[in-house]
Structures are given as structure tokens and as C-alpha cells.
């Protein structure tokens, strides 16, 4: 069994800084890219940043030069580190990671539980 658990949301001032962790547990044989994306209410669920196995990053135009997706492979943790948050990244934000486990032939997209964003004007 894989499990992704996110932790690390609550309430900010516009302009303050959060960091979200999102941890994979499990039979894990390997894992690719790992995400974040986040669901603002009444809204679809929107891509916001990925980061490769081997570091490489890219974000969602809206979030780019504030926040910075990092990971930790021995781990099995990807972070978002979120600074000068406006009210518009209000949302639930989920982690998610492709990756193999044990006994599966092919990889798959694993997702957490999702974790509150507010962020107050």
C-alpha cells in the first residue's frame, strides 16, 4: 500500500509565506515526478509546480518567482515552500507522485488527502 500525506497548511495574511511537506510512504520501487496542484472552491483542480526525480522544476505561470517545489529522493518528501501568498492561492493544495510500487509492472499517480490553504486580504 502507498500513501502520500501532506501537512504543513493553515491561515496567512496576504503576503505572508507557508510551507507544505507532503511525505510518500509504502512499497515504493521508485518515483518519478512529484507534484502539487491545488483546488480553490468552485474551482477545477489546477497544476502549480513538479519536480523530476532528477530536480528539474517547472510552475504554473501564476505562482512562478514565489513559490519553489523541492524534493528529497531518500526521503520520499516533496516540499512547497510559498512565499508572498495572495488571496487567490486560497485552496485545498494535494501532492501527488507517479512511481512504481512493489508487485505493479507500470507506475501510477498517487495522491494525498489535501491540505487547506487560506490566505486572508
Known amino acids: 500500500q502507498v500513501q502520500l500525506v501532506e501537512s504543513g497548511g493553515g491561515l496567512r495574511q496576504a503576503g505572508g509565506s507557508l510551507r507544505l511537506s507532503c511525505s510518500a510512504s509504502?512499497?515504493?520501487?521508485?518515483?518519478?515526478?512529484m507534484c502539487w496542484y491545488r483546488q480553490a472552491p468552485g474551482k477545477q483542480r489546477e497544476f502549480v509546480a513538479r519536480?523530476?526525480?532528477?530536480?528539474?522544476?517547472n510552475y504554473a505561470d501564476s505562482v512562478k518567482g514565489r513559490f519553489t517545489i523541492s524534493r528529497d529522493n531518500a526521503k520520499n518528501t516533496v516540499d512547497l515552500q510559498m512565499n508572498r501568498l495572495r488571496p487567490e492561492d486560497t485552496g485545498v493544495y494535494y501532492c501527488?507522485?507517479?512511481?512504481?510500487?512493489?508487485?505493479?509492472?507500470?507506475?501510477?499517480?498517487?495522491w494525498g488527502q489535501g491540505t487547506q490553504v487560506t490566505v486572508s486580504s
Open positions: 519536480v523530476t526525480s532528477g530536480g528539474s522544476t
Open positions: 501527488n507522485a507517479d512511481l512504481i510500487a512493489v508487485g505493479s509492472p507500470l507506475s501510477y499517480i498517487y
Open positions: 509504502g512499497s515504493i520501487v521508485n518515483i518519478y515526478d
